[in-house]
């Protein structure tokens, strides 16, 4: 019998996706284009070519993918909404045959006894809205907040849970900065300018979803210096990706350092009068994404961390700080060149419950990639990441153990999907992918992850439920 890890008995543990890595079904039902299907069309931007045009057709084998779900025993499922399927001009009147595919989800969800986890936004903008101008655009974060209602109108009664944005760094920075992801601008103005208004789309989404339990999703990372002379990298790199969205999020601030390390990229005439407080909307939670450490030095050699695959074209993502390299430190890594860094979820859990005011904490998403394959006898082998989730559920007991309110963990991700620029060649599933057949084969680590979370229910003063 799998141990139990020391969590709570009533610790939330399920498992994370997002709308265009698993739907497919692109132009089904009236669903408009995102910027994803535009970037991912074009030449140079996906490893191989590859798009969600099929995906991993999650769409169309829906009722399929819960049954899997409800048997490997998920507490909760957390899932996107694609923008352009309800709105597929991103405004206006609503496609009620895309809205009824994440009724039929929530209803099966629910029908199973899984707690449905909503994220309104995971990078796929309705294209129409980035020809208008897109997240550099101040127009953009109402009809964010517009459809934010529409959906809340919709699906309030039945979803508890409501995520605003995911990684709004990697929206902002990623897609208007560096041009890795979607819509693939290089601006660092824009960069900043778009995390402005996706925080501020947060901040009015944020006060029309009434009644729900409302939270926003980061991407947070334990930041470190390489050497002795390396606190001023660590700063800079920790302020852009971490407190730039912490701070005006919890605190309704932006951080000065980091607006002063700006100076030569924008004046923050974007930003008006009350849209601090707006951004700084009472939250009911806040979800961590966690997957490595940063280890950063402007003294020595490393890399730039454009964050892209190999062989593609891409600026930097760090707007005033493009001086700054990430250092390996020669961890063990996975498939993405991430190294693999368990004590960072602690450090970082603890962080943002110690110098932010309290407020419950769920790991969104946490997971590795490997180069999995299907053995002889059917089965997936992938002791790695059996190993990656152990240790980094046991960091998750560990904060829970220093007094952080951490409530839940999502692994990410459920299946093999579509990974953004590096397309269908890294595999972060607990289930099993064949692209060519869409047969899905529960791993070694979903099996795994289904006697944990089996043996956390079970476990004899594995914490006080709350
Ligand atoms: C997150 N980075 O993406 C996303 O929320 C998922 O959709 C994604 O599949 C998963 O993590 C694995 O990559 C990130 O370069 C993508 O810093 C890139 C970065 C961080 C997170």
Known sequence: ?????????????????????????????????????????????????????????????????????????????????????????????????????????????????????????????PQALEDAGGWPSRDTAHRFADYAETMHAALGDRVRTWTTLNEPWCSAFLGYGSGVHAPGRRDGADAVRAAHHLMLGHGLAARRLPGSEVGVTLNLYATSPAGPADDDAVRRIDGLQNRFFLDPVLLGRYPADVVADLAGVTDFGHVRDGDLATIAAPLDFLGVNYYTRNVVT????????????????????????????????????????????????????????????????????????????????????????????????????EAVGKGVPLRGYFAWSLFDNFEWSWGYSRRFGLVHVDYATQRRTVKDSGDWYRTTIAATRRAPGAGDPR
Do not use: K
């Open 1 to 125: 019998m799998t141990e139990p890890l020391g969590l709570p008995a009533d610790f939330v543990l399920g498992a994370a996706t997002a709308a265009y890595q698993i739907e497919g079904a692109v132009a089904a039902d009236g669903r408009g284009p995102s910027i994803w299907d535009t970037f991912s069309h074009t030449p140079g931007r996906i490893l191989g070519g590859d798009t969600g045009d099929t995906a991993i057709e999650h769409y169309r084998r829906m009722a399929a993918d819960v049954a899997t779900m409800a048997a490997l025993g998920l507490d909760a499922y957390r899932f996107s909404v694609s923008w352009s399927r309800v709105q597929p001009d991103g405004r206006g009147a609503v496609n009620q045959a895309g809205l009824d595919f994440y009724r039929r989800l929530v209803d099966a969800l629910l029908d199973n006894g899984i707690a449905p986890w909503l994220t309104l936004y995971h990078w796929d903008l």
């Open 298 to 397: 402007t003294d020595g050699p490393g890399d730039g961390a454009g964050h892209g695959a190999p062989g593609l074209d891409v600026g930097s993502p760090w707007p005033g700080s493009e001086h700054v390299r990430f250092v390996r430190r020669g961890l063990p890594t996975t498939a993405m060149g991430w190294e693999i860094d368990a004590p960072g979820l602690v450090e970082v859990l603890h962080r943002v419950h110690t110098e932010y005011p309290a407020l419950p904490l769920y790991v969104t998403e946490n997971g590795a990639a490997f180069h999995d394959t299907v053995a002889a006898d059917g089965g997936v082998r992938d002791p790695e990441r059996v190993a990656y989730l152990d240790a980094h559920l046991r960091a998750c007991a």
